[in-house]
DNA sequence: ATAGGGTTAG
């Protein structure tokens, strides 16, 4: 659905023409509605289509829930919920997980709490996409143990963890600083044939930045481009530019998180000068650096004395049209 | 022509 009102026009078309839309049609038009938040309209066609002696189905159901959930109208979800069930047509799980995922990002963990039970007294099993909310918000409301066990519990299941379940676990376990906890996951990950992308590299790298093991950094940017290519193609290379090279070239990419992950370990780590070369090897690699990245040289630099070319790259940052924030003005101030 | 999820940096 690209275009809601086009589409809309195309339905009176349709009724102009004595041709009576179907179920998919108006499913789609509710569907496409939702998800531009004009939420009365397609709570609206919803009525309307159920005048035109148009039954509702599943689908239908479970697009305008997710409308009503997204905007957090739970009330008007629960009587969407209730009619349904009412009429007979029985939410499956797909509605679950959209009503559990709208809950979990609304913070109302009890409550999906309840449905994630309900489903399973109404026989319908979750599946990845539903544990994965549920992990999600779990983590988002401090009970990481717990998400833990869901995720051992999905496995008992049967049910295969996917890369959005260790994009979740392993970002949380790192920045909880637990980042041993989180190569063990990781080592799951690649064990049960997930492939791990970028982010997940750059949240073992900054995991193992925390804890200041910035051997274990170079020897995550060695395995993110051993991974790919095979061991045999890989020079045993040591530093981290070289590293960051082969990434470019043949990993799963490094890019300005990834980077700036790196230069704050190094700089923490009085690496100076490594740091200084990553960044140096950054704005050569063509990738856009961002306010962030300055950030963390420009305020490095002062720490390092070294005014001027702290001031030189401040005064460079309109030319590169990075607009400046609270941040490194506080930075600016305290060290001029 | 119809419905669902995640993530990394100062």
Redesign the pocket.
């Known amino acids: 659905?690209r275009n809601v009102n086009?589409?809309i026009k195309?339905?009176q078309d349709?009724e102009k023409g004595n041709h009576k839309?179907?179920?998919?049609?108006?499913?789609?038009?509710?569907?496409?509605l939702c998800?531009d938040e004009q939420i009365d309209t397609a709570q609206n066609l919803f009525k309307e289509m159920i005048c035109k002696g148009v039954v509702p189905?599943?689908?239908?159901?479970?697009?305008i829930i997710?409308g009503v959930c997204?905007l957090g109208m739970w009330k008007d979800a629960e009587s969407y919920f209730q009619n349904m069930v009412n009429f007979g047509i029985s939410?499956?799980?797909?509605?679950?997980?959209?009503m559990i995922?709208a809950l979990c990002?609304d913070g109302k963990t009890e409550k999906a709490q309840t449905l994630f039970q309900l489903m399973s007294t109404r026989g319908v099993q979750?599946?990845?996409?539903?544990?994965?909310?549920w992990i999600?918000g779990l983590?988002?409301s401090d009970q990481r143990e717990e998400a833990t066990k869901l995720f051992y519990q999905m496995i008992g299941r049967g049910i295969s963890?996917?890369?959005?379940?260790?994009?979740?676990l392993i970002?949380?376990i790192?920045?909880e600083g637990m980042v041993e906890k989180a190569q063990k996951l990781f080592d799951l990950m690649i064990q049960r044939g997930v492939k791990p992308?970028?982010?997940?590299?750059?949240?073992l790298m900054?995991g193992y930045?925390?804890q200041n093991q910035m051997d274990e950094v170079t020897k995550v940017l060695h395995s993110m481009v051993v991974r790919r290519c095979g061991l045999c193609n890989v020079r045993r290379v040591t530093k981290v530019q070289e590293l960051l090279k082969e990434m470019q070239a043949r990993g799963p990419s490094p890019?300005?998180?990834?980077?700036?992950?790196l230069l704050?370990g190094l700089f923490k780590n009085d690496s100076y000068e490594e740091a200084m070369r990553v960044f140096e090897e950054m704005e050569n690699d063509g990738l856009k650096?961002?306010?962030?990245?300055?950030?963390?040289v420009i305020?490095n630099m002062c720490k390092a004395n070294n005014l001027d070319e702290a001031n030189k790259l401040f005064d460079s940052l309109p030319s590169k049209s990075l607009k400046?924030?609270?941040?490194?003005f506080n930075?600016m101030i305290k060290n001029f």
């Open positions: 659905m086009q589409a195309l339905l349709m839309p179907g179920i998919v049609m108006y499913s789609a038009i509710i569907g496409g998800k189905d599943v689908i239908t159901y479970t697009s997710r997204s939410p499956n799980v797909v509605t679950f997980s959209i995922d990002k979750p599946d990845v996409v539903t544990y994965n909310s999600d983590c988002n963890p996917d890369v959005f379940t260790f994009n979740i970002g949380v790192c920045k992308g970028t982010i997940i590299y750059s949240a900054n930045c925390l890019n300005v998180y990834t980077y700036s992950i704050n650096e961002n306010i962030v990245t300055y950030n963390t305020d400046c924030d609270t941040m490194i930075i």
